[in-house]
């Protein structure tokens, strides 16, 4: 079975380093530009664009990178609450005329309550839920090219109507992913993809049953996917090594703040997040080659595969096993990262075309290694 494998773009900013550090990197549209760009050269099937009050806009930034690009699926974040499922389902269909069928949407109910809140959303948790599966409702019948009249306790629409059509039929595909009762009963109704933030192998198997379960008694299938980061180097020692040095600058007053943030959020998925490692550094591998370090400084997804590439890869492959097909993945620099972990582990994958350096720069001229040794000459002669 062939796995899609996506990167990540860093819209909220870039590092070497976690915590405190004098090592950043700002985040710049030729930035993200360069990212989307050798993901795309690499072989990497799309990119994840998300959101939230520190990101860029992720429609804009997609549409910024659309035109750099050939290949690569653009998995833009489309948080419900902020816009008319009316205005989204235009957006939408523009944005994937624009990519010619590129387009995916990763739907975000929330989560952070004060984040929310500076964007004008005072919801609880499940309300936001009951909010999303009402946008989802009528954004969805918009897409397939219905007229739609709609009356909920969060929206209301008549006579709505699509008057241009987005290339994939019914409608680009959604993505989600939540941990909570109410995200899973959004997601066998609603999408097409159900991502997990990476969780030992036994909790990701737990989550893909419930979420088919449900689906099937709605008469639905769901795709599975997972959210993680990398940390790939050629030998395990090195993999582990860099895993240290990533949090090497995060001290213990950083931590013990971030943690209290995320503790007071009504988010599922983050409180299983920080239940992996209880904010303790001896604490970190949480499954086999399964480090919940980056947790430790920031929400969302918060653990990485950690090893050689024959180790991540079988790690993956055992995810894969459970009905993962998708994967979207990230690492610290990304740019870098994205070059990494392709050229080390795209071999290892089904489906995946090997990268390798020859691939993707000339070889030849006076430091050519078939030149020093006089090969090169030989064969012009």
Same mark, same amino acid.
């Given at each position: 079975?062939?796995?899609?494998?996506?990167? !990540?773009?860093?819209?909220?900013?870039?590092?070497?380093?976690?915590?405190?550090?004098?090592?950043?990197?700002?985040?710049?549209?030729?930035?993200?530009?360069?990212?989307?760009?050798?993901?795309?050269? $690499?072989?990497?099937?799309?990119?994840?664009?998300?959101?939230?009050?520190?990101? @860029?806009?992720?429609?804009?930034?997609?549409?910024?990178? =659309?035109?750099?690009?050939?290949?690569?699926?653009?998995?833009?974040?489309?948080?419900?609450?902020?816009?008319?499922?009316?205005?989204?389902?235009?957006?939408?269909?523009? @944005?994937?005329?624009?990519?010619?069928?590129?387009? +995916? +949407?990763?739907?975000?109910?929330?989560?952070?309550?004060?984040? $929310?809140?500076?964007?004008?959303?005072?919801?609880?948790?499940?309300?936001?839920?009951?909010?999303?599966?009402?946008?989802?409702?009528?954004?969805?019948?918009? $897409?397939?090219?219905?007229?739609?009249?709609?009356?909920?306790?969060?929206?209301? #629409?008549?006579?709505?109507? +699509?008057? !241009?059509?987005?290339?994939?039929?019914?409608?680009?595909?959604?993505?989600?992913?939540?941990?909570?009762?109410?995200?899973?009963? &959004?997601?066998?109704?609603? #999408?097409?993809?159900?991502?997990?933030?990476?969780?030992?192998?036994?909790?990701? =198997?737990?989550?893909?049953?419930?979420?088919?379960?449900? =689906?099937?008694?709605?008469?639905?299938?769901?795709?599975?996917?997972?959210?993680?980061?990398?940390?790939?180097?050629?030998?395990?020692?090195?993999?582990?090594?860099?895993?240290?040095?990533?949090?090497?600058?995060?001290?213990?007053?950083?931590?013990?703040?971030?943690?209290?943030?995320?503790?007071?959020?009504?988010?599922?998925?983050?409180?299983?997040?920080? =239940?992996?490692?209880?904010?303790?550094?001896?604490? &970190?591998?949480?499954?086999?080659? +399964?480090?919940?370090?980056?947790?430790?400084?920031?929400?969302?997804?918060?653990?990485?595969?950690?090893?050689?590439?024959?180790?991540?890869?079988?790690?993956?492959?055992?995810?894969?096993?459970?009905?993962?097909?998708? !994967?979207?993945?990230?690492?610290?620099?990304?740019?870098?990262?994205?070059?990494?972990?392709?050229? &080390?582990?795209?071999? $290892?994958?089904?489906?995946?075309?090997?990268?390798?350096?020859?691939?993707?720069?000339?070889?030849?001229?006076?430091?050519?290694?078939?030149?020093?040794?006089?090969?090169?000459?030989?064969?012009?002669?």
């Amino acid at each position: 079975m062939s796995l899609d494998i996506f990167w !990540f773009l860093p819209t909220s900013g870039d590092t070497r380093y976690l915590g405190k550090s004098n090592s950043g990197r700002p985040v710049t549209h030729a930035y993200l530009q360069q990212i989307a760009v050798a993901a795309d050269t $690499l072989g990497y099937d799309g990119v994840l664009i998300p959101t939230g009050s520190g990101c @860029l806009d992720p429609w804009v930034t997609a549409a910024g990178v =659309a035109g750099a690009t050939r290949r690569l699926k653009l998995l833009v974040a489309l948080r419900t609450a902020l816009t008319r499922p009316t205005a989204a389902a235009r957006m939408a269909a523009t @944005l994937d005329q624009a990519t010619q069928g590129r387009l +995916l +949407l990763n739907v975000v109910a929330g989560g952070d309550s004060t984040e $929310l809140a500076g964007d004008g959303i005072f919801l609880d948790h499940d309300a936001r839920y009951a909010e999303a599966s009402e946008f989802l409702a009528i954004w969805r019948r918009l $897409l397939a090219g219905e007229t739609v009249d709609f009356s909920g306790e969060h929206h209301r #629409v008549e006579g709505a109507r +699509l008057f !241009f059509e987005a290339l994939q039929k019914p409608y680009p595909p959604l993505y989600f992913g939540g941990s909570s009762e109410a995200a899973h009963e &959004l997601a066998a109704e609603h #999408v097409d993809t159900y991502l997990t933030w990476g969780e030992p192998p036994d909790a990701v =198997a737990e989550k893909i049953a419930d979420v088919r379960a449900r =689906a099937a008694a709605r008469g639905r299938s769901v795709r599975f996917g997972v959210r993680l980061h990398v940390i790939v180097r050629e030998t395990n020692e090195e993999a582990w090594a860099a895993a240290d040095r990533l949090i090497s600058r995060l001290d213990s007053e950083t931590i013990a703040k971030v943690q209290a943030h995320y503790a007071a959020m009504d988010s599922v998925g983050q409180r299983r997040m920080a =239940a992996l490692h209880g904010g303790q550094r001896d604490k &970190l591998e949480v499954s086999p080659n +399964l480090w919940a370090g980056v947790s430790l400084a920031r929400g969302g997804c918060g653990t990485a595969l950690v090893g050689d590439p024959q180790t991540v890869a079988t790690r993956l492959k055992e995810y894969a096993d459970l009905g993962v097909e998708s !994967f979207v993945l990230s690492g610290y620099p990304h740019l870098e990262e994205a070059y990494r972990f392709a050229e &080390l582990v795209f071999p $290892l994958l089904p489906g995946k075309k090997p990268v390798t350096l020859q691939d993707q720069v000339m070889t030849g001229g006076p430091f050519d290694a078939r030149t020093v040794s006089g090969e090169q000459g030989r064969n012009v002669a």
